[in-house]
């Protein structure tokens, strides 16, 4: 098994909108409103249509549900839907005050995208498991996203 670079995400946030404490912890919803992509094989837009619901545990562990829609400069659309975990640190809460900037390897912020389009000529994302790297920045993130392959 072999990680290869697909693309670079980098979406931009509403502020937080708090749910409050619930059954299975803190929820927090973040509003997608734009972004951009590009990789080797993919590039373009993330549309203003997906949001970023977290639901921190007692432990700083936030857990990811996202759910975005990439639009590429061909005019492809492709589903995104990702889970992941992201472990708050001081580094972490830092960034979100914009006191600093996050980097990749801060903490652990790892996702799991999964790609779904009807467009013949990305159809090949259907197939593709990926991972990705991420990094919280003010009101935006970054992700580095990987392809699984058999390499």
């Given at each position: 098994m072999k990680l290869e670079p697909l693309m670079t995400m980098y979406a931009d946030l509403k502020d937080s909108v708090e749910v409050g404490e619930g059954p299975s912890?803190?929820?927090?919803?973040f509003d997608v409103t734009g972004g951009h992509f590009e990789g080797e094989k993919l590039k373009g837009k993330i549309l203003a249509s997906g949001a970023d619901w977290i639901i921190m545990d007692s432990d700083g562990?936030?857990?990811l549900d996202v759910r975005i829609t990439l639009?590429?400069?061909?005019?492809?659309n492709i589903y995104v839907q990702y889970y992941g975990v992201l472990v708050f640190n001081e580094k972490i809460s830092e960034s979100q005050a914009g006191t600093r900037q996050a980097e990749f390897g801060d903490t652990y912020f790892v996702t799991q995208p999964r790609f779904e389009t009807g467009d013949e000529r990305y159809k090949w994302l259907n197939?593709?498991?990926a991972v990705a790297e991420g990094r919280p920045l003010k009101n935006a993130v970054e992700y580095q996203v990987y392809e699984v392959t058999n390499g």
């Amino acid at each position: 098994m072999k990680l290869e670079p697909l693309m670079t995400m980098y979406a931009d946030l509403k502020d937080s909108v708090e749910v409050g404490e619930g059954p299975s912890g803190n929820r927090i919803i973040f509003d997608v409103t734009g972004g951009h992509f590009e990789g080797e094989k993919l590039k373009g837009k993330i549309l203003a249509s997906g949001a970023d619901w977290i639901i921190m545990d007692s432990d700083g562990v936030g857990h990811l549900d996202v759910r975005i829609t990439l639009q590429t400069d061909d005019g492809a659309n492709i589903y995104v839907q990702y889970y992941g975990v992201l472990v708050f640190n001081e580094k972490i809460s830092e960034s979100q005050a914009g006191t600093r900037q996050a980097e990749f390897g801060d903490t652990y912020f790892v996702t799991q995208p999964r790609f779904e389009t009807g467009d013949e000529r990305y159809k090949w994302l259907n197939r593709t498991m990926a991972v990705a790297e991420g990094r919280p920045l003010k009101n935006a993130v970054e992700y580095q996203v990987y392809e699984v392959t058999n390499g």
